[in-house]
């Protein structure tokens, strides 16, 4: 399981918790490039550990958050 966060680090709280294999449409990254913020097919939007997902780009392309 993935937790989907309100922030992009362990210390903001989980939103939801994902299932392998769920599908989470990318909008940004942090500036390290360590977590990614997306949406859920729910509209759930929040942040997830780049480290544990796949995506078939490198999420180096996306924009970096602004917040």
């Known amino acids: 399981h993935l937790n989907m966060r309100s922030g992009p680090a ?3 709280s989980v939103l939801t918790v994902l299932d ?3 599908e989470v449409t990318l909008s940004y ?4 490039g ?3 913020y997306g ?3 729910n509209g759930t939007r929040g942040w997830v550990h780049a480290g ?10 996306l924009p970096v958050w602004n917040g």
Do not use: D, M
């Not at 990254?29 to 390290?32: G, K, L, P």
């Not at 544990?52 to 392309?61: D, S």
């Open 20 to 22: 392998r294999g769920a």
């Open 34 to 36: 360590n977590w990614v």
């Open 10 to 12: 362990t210390t903001y």
């Open 52 to 61: 544990y997902i796949r995506t078939p780009q490198a999420v180096t392309v």
């Open 29 to 32: 990254r942090n500036q390290a």
């Open 39 to 41: 949406t859920l097919s």
